[in-house]
Antibody, heavy 118, light 111 residues
Framework: EVQLVESGGGLVKPGGSLRLSCTAS????????MNWVRQAPGKGLEWVSS????????YYTDSVRGRFTISRDNAENSLFLQMNSLRAEDTAVYHC???????????WGQGTMVTVSS | QSALTQPASVSGSPGQSITISCTGT?????????VSWYQQHPGKAPKVMIY???NRPSGVSNRFSGSKSGNTASLTISGLQAEDESDYYC???????????FGGGTKLTVL
């Protein structure tokens, strides 16, 4: 079964750091671009970051550039998001999603909740 | 403020057809044929219903169709069913500094 499972969310103080993980199964991980998409409580979807299969191409939304770092370990079928200097407005469910930015995301994980609060 | 504009809500009766609009600009919807539509039930992960404006992934009902005209894309659901009640989001590839933009979402109510 094709599946994405996120982990690593939790409660963190403003200015703190958190590292999210996404473990993939059921498909050839290194042949797909991967993404992080977040959803603040009661709000819509917001694309956060994308990484190509070989990690050659990396992109971020403006609000996280310089604070978040996306990476992947193809040997471990894993995607990561290192989040530093966290702000209250980063509070959201973070989903990992498979697919190229142009063509939409065909597989999504259930998400992991990140709460930034003092 | 989302980059793409969708109506906050639409409704229809079982068996009817509804259309959800998604308005962008010449930098995203109007420039590329890379519009996707997602269905999201409460507490669940989004599910892609349409990609590349009008393509349906395998397993998605042919009651769902997509189109585009100028800077506006549309999702049409025909033969509405109770299970279609959900939130729907459009997204587009963009030439701006943020290459993927989403709409604010539309809540579909089946009366």
């Amino acid at each position: 079964e094709v599946q994405l499972v996120e982990s690593g969310g939790g409660l963190v103080k403003p200015g703190g750091s958190l590292r999210l993980s996404c473990t993939a199964s059921g498909f050839t991980f290194n042949t797909y671009s991967m993404n992080w998409v977040r959803q603040a409580p009661g709000k819509g979807l917001e694309w956060v970051s994308s990484i190509s299969g070989s990690s050659t191409y990396i992109y971020y939304t403006d609000s996280v550039r310089g604070r978040f770092t996306i990476s992947r370990d193809n040997a471990e079928n894993s995607l990561f998001l290192q989040m530093n200097s966290l702000r209250a407005e980063d509070t959201a469910v973070y989903h990992c999603a498979r697919g190229a930015m142009r063509n939409g995301f065909d597989i999504w994980g259930q998400g992991t909740m990140v709460t930034v609060s003092s | 403020q989302s980059a793409l504009t969708q109506p906050a809500s639409v409704s229809g009766s079982p068996g009817q057809s509804i259309t959800i609009s998604c308005t962008g600009t010449s930098s995203d919807v109007g420039r590329y044929n890379y519009v996707s539509w997602y269905q999201q039930h409460p507490g669940k992960a989004p599910k892609v219903m349409i990609y590349d404006v009008s393509n349906r992934p395998s397993g998605v009902s042919n009651r769902f169709s997509g189109s585009k005209s100028g800077n506006t894309a549309s999702l049409t659901i025909s033969g509405l069913q109770a299970e279609d009640e959900s939130d729907y989001y459009c997204s587009s590839y963009s030439s701006s500094s943020t290459p993927v933009v989403f709409g604010g979402g539309t809540k579909l109510t089946v009366l």
